[in-house]
């Protein structure tokens, strides 16, 4: 209550809240309304049986699930963000425009990746509107009607995006992930009258488990996010007094147990996401050919064990990717050498980057195993109990829980900062 209080008192984080709030409200505003024309209730089927759709709706901030005007929700602009991550790696001049062109060249990477969002959302637009056509969900679409679509979830997708960003700048935490929150949020008193319409006795020790499962896995995530190791480091400090003395400060340098938070489970079911969905727009097409490799990417990504696999693998391969992009090893090598600070036992220079570099590997091989893990329980939940809703449930989960947890830490920063 006192930490609510301090928030309300300050009236520039009282506002970025405000902010935040209105700002999710005009989302979930606009994910109400409806393209015409749509079967609501083969839809909702579709939803409940379908995993890849469901995720569709996570990510659409629970817009498909009305089929609204930004059913497409932040999808295309992480799709992007993902492809624009990837250049880092594969052409230098992206990775020297990320890394060391400082503000400047951050915001024109941003531009990039602004830009490529929109032909993806028109490929995924496009895509799911003859997906949900060749399903009945939808009604066929003449040329016209089916350009007028487009552009409606293209601008939709687009304004989504700039809402996100006007989150991450105006408000408090990253507005993708904000956006993704408030529709896993929206969906929970739709989830629970379902359970309690179904109810029985004979299910309750079934939501017991279920129950004291999500609570351990809250607890799991919270203590593997706010885990760190810190690695000492020594400044060798000149006092200059009377008598002229010389002292050793020591601190230390905190790496994070998992560095990439929430952004690996994101990206990777935004990427398993976008072949499903070439793969059932293709599944109808006349071309054999094309048949047979979209059946073959169906089946396999149908199979829950190949899927389970796919899905643990990329969590793991994205947090190790992501950590890498984000933490620059060399640079805080450099950084520490220019403040006259050092690692005891290590040369400043490549021996400190050395170092620095197998701490983080070894620690980043943990989260991301752990991360992996989790990502993969509800998967092994629903083949053992044969309810659909807990693979795409328990992705909501872990993205909450971080999400709330990257909230809570940065309205903490920002009392504590306004306190020095």
Do not use: C
Request: net charge positive; proline share 4%.
């Amino acid at each position: 209550m006192k930490t609510l209080k301090r928030i309300w008192q300050d009236k520039v984080l009282r506002n970025r809240i405000l902010f935040v709030v209105l700002i999710l409200a005009v989302v979930r505003f606009l994910s109400s309304i409806p393209i015409p024309g749509v079967d609501k209730g083969a839809l909702a089927v579709a939803l409940s049986n379908n995993n890849f759709l469901g995720f569709l709706n996570i990510f659409s901030g629970g817009g498909l699930s009305s089929f609204s005007i930004i059913m497409l929700g932040v999808s295309p602009y992480i799709t992007a963000s993902i492809i624009m991550q990837l250049l880092t790696v594969l052409v230098p001049k992206f990775k020297e425009l990320y890394h060391e062109e400082g503000e400047a060249g951050r915001r024109k990477f941003t531009q990039y990746s602004r830009l490529l969002t929109v032909p993806l959302a028109i490929i995924q637009g496009y895509a799911l509107l003859a997906l949900l056509s060749a399903q009945n969900i939808i009604p066929q679409l003449l040329p016209q009607d089916m350009i007028l679509n487009i552009l409606i979830i293209t601008a939709g997708a687009v304004l989504v995006m700039w809402l996100g960003e006007q989150i991450t700048e105006y408000g408090i935490g990253n507005g993708a992930s904000m956006i993704i929150f408030a529709g896993i949020v929206a969906s929970l008193p739709t989830s629970v009258i379902q359970v309690i319409q179904t109810f029985d006795s004979s299910m309750i020790p079934m939501i017991l488990g279920v129950l004291l499962l999500v609570a351990l896995t809250i607890a799991g995530i919270v203590f593997v996010t706010e885990a760190e190791r810190q690695i000492t480091i020594t400044y060798s400090k000149q006092a200059s007094n009377f008598y002229g003395s010389t002292g050793i400060t020591n601190t230390y340098l905190p790496i994070r147990l998992n560095q990439a938070g929430v952004i690996p489970i994101i990206f990777a079911v935004s990427l398993l996401l976008f072949p499903q969905l070439i793969a059932q727009f293709f599944g109808n097409s006349a071309n054999a050919s094309l048949q047979s490799i979209a059946q073959f990417f169906t089946d396999f990504l149908s199979n829950t064990l190949a899927y389970g696999i796919a899905y643990f693998l990329l969590v793991v391969l994205f947090t190790y990717f992501y950590t890498a992009v984000t933490f620059d090893t060399a640079k805080t090598s450099e950084n520490l050498q220019k403040s006259g600070a050092f690692i005891p036992g290590f040369r400043p220079g490549e021996a400190t980057t050395n170092y620095i570099g197998g701490v983080l590997s070894r620690i980043t091989f943990f989260g991301a195993i752990f991360l992996g893990v989790i990502a993969i329980l509800p998967l092994l939940l629903q083949a053992m109990t044969g309810v659909q809703a807990f693979a795409i449930g328990g992705t909501s989960l872990l993205i909450a829980v971080s999400v709330v947890i990257d909230f809570v830490k940065k309205v903490d920063a920002q009392l504590t900062m306004r306190e020095y």
